[in-house]
């Protein structure tokens, strides 16, 4: 329960340190939290919950990780290897929250709220980024 802190406050930390730490209170205070956690009912849920929570930061800090701007959609896929070996940085991330997924989706039978999750924020990124002209 105490390490979902962490996660919390660095995705909450980009939009600005105050309201990192707002999110952070907000959890700590929440009454849903606190009863399935070790300080009350001790379920698993915290553990997921973490988890979770460590595989959207890293998918959060991969997507920003992405250098290249524009990607042109007629490239071959010999240059979408060049782009894989220069985005490394944002590979790695995107394993690593690979990694926290497989984590929960082994642990918990709900896990596939967390790929909608993912799903519907790619979904609505897709769309403002289509509507502004730019390359998803």
């Known amino acids: 329960m105490a390490l ?3 996660p919390v406050y660095f995705m909450g930390k980009k939009f600005g340190k105050r309201e990192g730490m707002f999110a ?3 959890l700590t205070i929440n009454a ?3 009863s399935v956690s070790s300080a009350a009912h001790s379920d698993y849920d915290s553990f997921n919950l973490f988890f979770g929570m460590m595989a959207f930061l890293f998918f959060l800090l991969a997507i920003d990780a992405i250098t290249k701007e524009n990607i042109s959609m007629e490239e071959s896929f010999p ?4 782009v894989a070996r220069e985005e490394k940085r944002s590979i ?3 394993g690593i929250s690979g990694i926290f997924l497989g984590i929960v989706a082994l642990s918990w039978e709900g896990f596939i709220y967390l790929n909608l999750i993912i ?3 790619l979904a609505a990124s897709l769309m403002i980024n289509h509507i502004r ?3 998803t």
């Open 92 to 94: 790695y991330l995107s």
């Open 32 to 34: 849903i939290h606190i």
């Open 79 to 82: 240059d979408v290897m060049d």
């Open 133 to 135: 002209g730019k390359s």
């Open 4 to 6: 979902t802190i962490f």
């Open 24 to 26: 952070v209170i907000f």
């Open 119 to 121: 799903f519907i924020y």
